[in-house]
């Protein structure tokens, strides 16, 4: 419902999400989709453990940094999941940024990705992480809207010739 006001939960990903995170992957593959933290979610407990490095910044993959991953939750469901990065490599920094975010295909067109950028961009506030650099997809118009109603100013649209897709950069002064 549109203009409703969300209390949304941002909670780190423990063993007692497992069911919540299991359903919300699932929903997605699904709809034959994927998003932020998709990789390897079946097997959860390998999953949880590649979470809380990255919460710690230990044992992380080539290419991987420090950044706090966040199960999203509203009335006791978990609608979407958050990612913020303390630091960009050249990679992140072209075609990454600091934030990723995905709403459930059942919970979208509410607000709440919106509701759940702007609460993020509190939260990079407060770890100091300002300005914030967003990217999306050039052809995902419902990012970009999410990202421009929370202050994202365009800069400029690159080829990720890795990804095979034309990305657009925004930044966004967390206020």
């Known amino acids: ?6 209390m949304i939960d941002f909670i780190f990903p423990t063993e007692q999400s497992r069911e919540a995170v299991l359903s919300f992957y699932g929903e997605f593959e699904k709809n034959g989709e994927t998003c932020i933290g998709f990789c390897g979610y079946k097997d ?19 290419g991987y940094v420090k950044e706090n991953f966040y199960l999203c939750y509203e009335n006791g469901e978990m609608i ?17 940024g600091h934030i990723g975010y995905a709403v459930r295909r059942s919970r979208r067109n509410r607000g709440l990705a919106t509701e759940m950028l702007k609460q993020g961009l509190k939260i990079a506030k407060q770890l100091k992480i300002n300005p914030v ?3 999306c997809d050039n052809d995902n118009y419902p990012s970009e809207k999410v990202i421009i109603k929370n202050g994202g100013v365009f800069e400029n649209e690159i080829f990720d010739s890795k990804e095979n897709v034309t990305v657009k950069r925004f930044w966004i002064k967390a206020e």
């Open 1 to 6: 419902m549109k203009g409703k006001i969300h």
């Open 80 to 96: 979407g999941v958050f990612s913020l990065k303390f630091e960009l490599t050249d990679y992140l920094f072209n075609y990454g």
């Open 133 to 135: 650099l967003c990217v």
């Open 44 to 62: 959860f407990d390998k999953w949880l453990i590649g979470m809380n490095n990255r919460r710690t910044g230990k044992n992380l993959p080539d």
